[in-house]
């Protein structure tokens, strides 16, 4: 079955970095496209990157541009996404996201806390 497993998040001061990992199970990763979302607390879930089947096509959000990085490794069935000069406002668990023939596919998400 198709499974989406994300790690690598946890507690980074102001100005540092974590890189995140979504390992994918179940299907042929490098068919498509895979997205990063998060949700901070009292918030909707919003978009943060994704990148296409090959890699060739990323799309950032303009709140995390410039800041964060999304790559994958097919061969690894990974996605990964390096998130520099972290702050407060970054703060939320991170989920990706593959839809595969319609159906959305969650993984159980990650927290990311930035804080002094």
């Known amino acids: 079955q198709v499974q989406l497993v994300e790690s690598g998040g946890g507690l980074v001061q102001p100005g540092g970095s974590l890189r995140l990992s979504c390992a994918a199970s179940?299907?042929?990763?490098?068919?498509?496209?895979i997205g990063w979302f998060r949700q901070a607390p009292g918030k909707e879930r919003e978009g943060v990157s994704c990148?296409?089947?090959?890699?060739?096509?990323?799309y950032y959000a303009d709140s995390v541009k410039g800041r964060f990085t999304i790559s994958r490794d097919n061969a690894k069935n990974t996605v990964y996404l390096q998130m520099n000069s972290l702050t407060p406002e970054d703060t939320a668990v991170y989920y990706c996201?593959?839809?595969?023939?319609?159906?959305?596919?969650w993984g159980p998400g990650t927290q990311v806390t930035v804080s002094s």
């Open positions: 996201n593959a839809v595969i023939t319609i159906v959305n596919y």
């Open positions: 179940g299907f042929t990763l490098d068919r498509y496209a």
């Open positions: 990148i296409s089947s090959s890699g060739g096509n990323r």
